[in-house]
Nanobody
Framework: QVQLVESGGGLVYTGGSLNLSCVAS????????AGWYRQAPGKERELVAT???????RYSDSVKGRFTVSRANAENSVYLQMNSLKPEDTAVYYC?????????WGQGTQVTVSS
């Protein structure tokens, strides 16, 4: 089974940037959707951004204009460039790939934005 490993999280201050990476242990070229979700303490996991295998992107309203999702199928990777970070972006960020019955998650990477 394909495994997903995230990296790139950390501590930044308001207005800072981070670039999250997710590397899959197998090919994601034919996987329909890949993207990122996040879960803050005491809250449910929520969509951040997704990208399909034809490049269609979807963002939550809270991150539009600040975050950019991309995928590099040749590298089996998904990325999330996060700019203009805010304290409310603090959460564990999870990589996800999904296609029909396939729904895989990474272990998560912590992003903390301090004011």
């Amino acid at each position: 089974q394909v495994q997903l490993v995230e990296s790139g999280g950390g501590l930044v201050y308001t207005g800072g940037s981070l670039n999250l990476s997710c590397v899959a242990s197998g090919s994601i070229a034919n996987i329909y959707a890949a993207g990122w979700y996040r879960q803050a303490p005491g809250k449910e996991r929520e969509l951040v951004a997704t990208i399909t295998n034809i490049g269609s992107r979807r963002y939550s309203d809270s991150v539009k204009g600040r975050f950019t999702v991309s995928r590099a199928n040749a590298e089996n990777s998904v990325y999330l460039q996060m700019n203009s970070l805010k304290p409310e972006d603090t959460a564990v960020y999870y990589c996800n790939v999904r296609d029909g019955p396939i729904n895989l998650w990474g272990q998560g990477t912590q992003v903390t934005v301090s004011s």
